[in-house]
């Protein structure tokens, strides 16, 4: 399985959009990834965001559900 086999291709959502979706799901209903550093993380991140840094992606895209939505900032 491939990295890509857990993101489906969609349009860049501006950020009202991403935060109406955030309001109006349970955050159960998704995955939502914060793929900074940890420094970075550590000092404020979305609530329920897990992190997963953009060079760990390939090896760590795994642990994501890939029947839910997932949300990469």
């Known amino acids: 399985m491939s990295i890509l086999d857990y993101f489906k291709s969609i349009p860049t959502w501006p950020v009202e ?3 109406d979706f955030l309001n109006r ?3 159960g209903d998704y995955n939502l ?3 900074r550093q940890p420094k970075e993380y550590e000092s404020g991140h979305l609530p329920g965001a897990q992190l997963i840094p953009v060079g ?9 559900d890939p029947q839910k939505p997932t949300i990469v900032y």
């Open 17 to 19: 959009k991403v935060r």
């Open 25 to 27: 799901n349970s955050p």
């Open 33 to 35: 990834v914060d793929v």
């Open 56 to 64: 760990e992606l390939e090896k760590s895209a795994q642990e994501l």
